[in-house]
């Protein structure tokens, strides 16, 4: 297919030997990396409250845990339908948010 028959039909394909758009990631690739950082936070924030539990035993300590890991969640869904950027300021956000009031609460 000439260029000329691409712009006609509104399609443009690349050639396989052109480089790709630059150095990073792909969007599948960064949709993997958050993914895989939210489960790994998941997984650490869990870890965290059992410890947490067993130094005392709180309401606003499983109530603030539970909120960044259903948190984590969301961003782990937000990632799997392609909002990588706003689920990666959610996470960055929730996670400060969660040592801020980890630090704060009694």
């Known amino acids: 297919m000439s260029a000329a028959e691409g712009e006609e039909t509104g399609r443009i394909e690349e050639e396989p ?33 059992a410890f947490r539990l067993a130094e005392r035993t709180s309401v606003l300590v499983v109530g603030v845990y539970g909120l960044a890991m259903i948190l984590c ?3 782990i869904e937000l990632s799997r339908n392609g909002r990588t950027r706003l689920g990666t300021w959610l996470l960055g956000a929730g996670l400060l948010a969660t040592l801020g009031a980890d630090w704060l609460l009694p």
Do not use: F, I, W, Y
């Open 17 to 49: 030997d052109e480089p790709g758009p630059g150095p990073g990631l792909t969007p599948r690739q960064a949709r993997l990396v958050r993914v895989a950082m939210a489960s790994a936070l998941l997984v650490t924030l869990a870890a965290l409250l």
């Open 73 to 75: 969640g969301v961003v």
